[in-house]
């Protein structure tokens, strides 16, 4: 096994530190924009659905016969699942770190628990049924986001909309709204936000949000989001949870870090994935 050791401080001794240095992670954001669930035990979780109710016309004193039968069907599956990660630190690296050694390490650990999580939901949209983006190679472009908006809201997708893009293709975004075209006149204050803070939070009907952790595939494409929270669901059976056991023999602290949830697509009408090159600006 892999055991952090006091060779691995690469010559931080002489250092001062104000603060640890740690692995430098994406602001996970997924988890607080999807539906959150929670539950004892490991079974799959069954999402149901009920039918649509349609109202019709009647003339007087007629005698109704065509009742909505309203019972839920089966509409999705989340079937938990547990990750982990460990660090295992030595006796000397704890005693001899001009850090806390200890707590960087616990801090880390609910990072990177943290991202996995947000990498999980991130993977979800590509189950969207519905792709309003450009397509593999494709370049992402207002219009095709606009195409997403109208098409969820066709569904009835209810307030707020998110749209969760990875940063190359916000890139293509910005650069769309600071060309000096007469069509973009009326973006005004949307596009000069833009190009003076490189970013827009809140346009198009939305809420928009950059994240790295969508993963771009080997030809540069990447599927982003454009979604309701009903779309998707975290379901928590086990939260992040730490625990530390001594291997004496070894002089030796192992450190765990643990959780346990489900995650998927719990309305799928609510949410439309949007596939769109990412490839790095030159």
Known sequence: MAVS???????????IYEDAMFVARETNIMANLVTQLNARGWMPRKVGIYPEITAVAVDEAEDF?????????????????????????????????????????AQELGAALAKKIDVDLLGDFASFGTDKGPGAGGTATIAKFA????YLRNQNAPN????????????????ELGQPAATK?????????????????DWLQ????????????????????????????????KPPTF???RDASKRVWEINASAGYAHGVW???FGVKYTADASEPS
């Open 5 to 15: 050791k006091v060779s691995d401080l690469n010559g931080l001794f002489n250092s």
């Open 267 to 269: 309305r799928s009408a």
């Open 243 to 245: 625990e530390v056991e």
């Open 160 to 175: 707020p909309l998110y749209v969760v893009l990875h940063p190359y293709q916000w890139h293509r975004i910005w650069l």
């Open 65 to 105: 016969t065509s009742p909505t039968t309203f019972s839920k069907t089966l509409h999705a599956t989340l079937t938990p699942g547990e990750v982990m990660a460990q660090v295992l630190l030595s006796d000397q690296r704890i005693e001899t770190d001009p850090d806390d050694a200890r707590r960087d390490t």
């Open 185 to 201: 006149a009326l973006l005004g204050d949307v596009a000069n936000r833009a190009l003076l803070d490189f970013f827009v939070g």
């Open 147 to 150: 195409a997403a908006v109208t």
């Open 206 to 237: 939305c809420q928009w949000f950059v994240s790295s952790n969508i993963s771009v595939d080997t030809n540069d494409d990447a599927v982003a989001g454009v979604f309701n929270r009903q779309a998707l669901a975290l379901d928590v059976r």
